[in-house]
């Protein structure tokens, strides 16, 4: 959303302002009806019943967008104006397809959040990123910890609304797994399993085991006891939660390389042997690693990855068909507008990428890729691009990309149409490890979330205030849920804190009235 569109006429403004008299909590409650009617949510994608209804169905989507762009811009300004912000801090402003650095160092201090790494997996709820493992060669192996490898026996959390880190596990408060770098994790359940990995050096002890993690307020780490036809341990692998199964597909040794699948049934905690490929016999995908999977409910799709020395492209892509337990391709379609100018319209092939996956109002998923590099060592990318799993076409990210080349970072997908980046190792003309996160979303999501980002851009200390509060205000539950919130003392530390709060919301009042 553009600056003139959200600043919007002031007849547009009156029009959709509330009534004369209207308090603050009527306001989210008008926001919470636009979010109902999904209007700022379609991305202009209807259910195409008819070839005769296209064109009345795109007229309707017009006013809709157009009626929706007034309705946001105006909210939006509310917000800007009752939120008191420094003189510094720019103006709020929501655009999709934009790649924005998260500052937390600005109100964490060091050792509040996690170091530069490489080689992690984050993974993200609604509320929270968490980061897992990692690696380091700068960092100083401790040497009276286990066999003093350099990895990061750590699990970190996130949380989006306050900006701010907190270290969950570590190697002296659990039982935390050696094998770090490179493995696997899926939210599931709300908690999260990691599968797979090496310790360092990497390829001399890998890892086929699966972990799980509790996030509540007491976070726990626990081996899983499992039976069964186990894969082999290796790193690198991509897996996915179908139907209560964990499937896993492809990873490395450090000298063999795979694309076979297995899966874990998650309640008998049995693994199976689902299927081994013979690239050398059939048409089955050549072994990989550093690849990426999605999933539709039907297929989980690979893409990229490689070996040590090669990597695989993007326009075929292979498919592993869940019903028939068989390999299938599906050729892409490139990016029209990029024909001319970016490998004849696809994304470039790659390793050590990242991906999230996002599912439109109309159902489509759309896969995000970002970054990554080749098989020679000397070609990076900082390029963004999308893909849509029914239609197999690419689509480049032209307004947003990463400040420099990145590879060995990971991205998650916060439930809301938001990605984040984080970590990696940066190449300008050499190679830096980095931990710095960003965020880009990927669509335009209800307005709801809009107001509560805008919200929390203007206000990162919500935490410290009293949760009766906050509700009493009328910030909806399901948002104040979304805060690490303090129990409350005897003397909460907010009780002074939270007048300026309630002024605020007085400001809001009596600009809407």
């Known amino acids: 959303m553009e600056q003139d569109e959200q600043d919007g006429e002031v007849s547009q403004q009156q029009e959709i302002a509330p009534r004369p008299g209207t308090p603050v909590e009527r306001l989210i409650e008008e926001i919470e009806v636009f979010d109902a009617m999904d209007l700022i949510n379609d991305n202009g994608s209807d259910d195409e019943e008819s070839v005769n209804e296209e064109n009345d169905e795109d007229e309707e989507r017009d006013n809709t967008r157009s009626n929706t762009v007034e309705i946001a811009a105006w909210i939006l300004k509310q917000l800007h104006d009752c939120f008191e912000q420094s003189k510094t801090q720019p103006t709020y402003t929501f655009t999709p397809h934009r790649l924005l650095k998260c500052n937390y160092k600005a109100v964490c201090e060091f050792g509040e959040y996690p170091t530069a790494r490489s080689g992690h997996r984050i993974i993200a709820s609604e509320s929270t990123l968490y980061s897992l493992g990692g690696y380091n060669p700068s960092r100083v192996p401790n040497v009276l910890r286990r066999d003093g490898c350099m990895l990061f026996q750590e699990l970190w959390a996130y949380n989006f609304a306050t900006n701010r880190w907190k270290l969950l596990l570590h190697a002296d408060n659990s039982d935390m797994p050696r094998e770090l770098a490179s493995n696997a994790l899926v939210l599931y359940n709300n908690v999260l399993i990691s599968h797979g990995g090496t310790g360092y ?39 996915v939660i179908h139907n209560d199964y964990l499937y896993t597909i492809g990873g490395t040794t450090g000298f063999d390389y795979t694309c076979d699948v297995y899966r874990l049934n ?16 059939r048409d089955d995908p050549e072994g990989r690693y550093r690849h990426e999977v999605v999933y539709d409910g039907s297929y989980i799709y690979v893409l990229g990855g490689g070996t040590s020395h090669t990597v695989y492209d993007l326009q075929r892509i292979p498919a592993f068909n869940l019903t028939t337990n068989r390999w299938e391709y599906f050729d892409t379609i490139p990016d029209r507008m990029m024909i001319r100018f970016y490998e004849n319209g696809f994304p470039k092939p790659r390793k050590c990428l990242s991906c999230v996956q996002h599912t439109l109002p109309n159902g489509d998923i759309e896969a995000f890729i970002t970054g990554g590099l080749q098989g020679d060592f000397s070609t990076y990318f900082n390029d963004i691009w999308k893909l849509n799993l029914r239609t197999k076409e690419w689509c480049k990210i032209v307004t947003a990309h990463l400040p420099r080349p990145l590879y060995f970072h990971s991205a998650a997908h916060a439930g809301n149409g938001c990605m984040y980046i984080f970590g990696g190792i940066e190449y300008s003309e050499k190679e830096v490890r980095r931990n710095c996160l960003f965020k880009m979303w990927m669509t335009i999501p209800k307005l709801s979330e809009i107001c509560w980002d805008a919200i929390t851009y203007y206000n990162n200390n919500l935490h410290i205030y009293n949760r009766e509060k906050l509700l009493q205000i009328g910030i909806p539950e399901r948002f104040v849920n979304r805060l690490p919130l303090q129990k409350r003392p005897r003397k909460h530390i907010s009780d002074e804190s939270s007048q300026s709060l309630i002024v605020t919301v007085k400001r809001m009042r009596s600009q809407i009235e």
């Open 201 to 239: 050096p990497f390829g001399e002890t890998c890892s086929n085991d699966c972990y799980v993690y509790t996030i509540g307020e007491n976070a726990q780490v626990m081996r899983l006891g499992v039976t069964g036809d186990l894969p082999t341990a290796q790193y690198g692998p991509g897996i």
């Open 266 to 281: 998650l309640h008998t905690k049995i693994w199976e042997n689902v299927y081994i490929c013979r690239p050398d016999m």
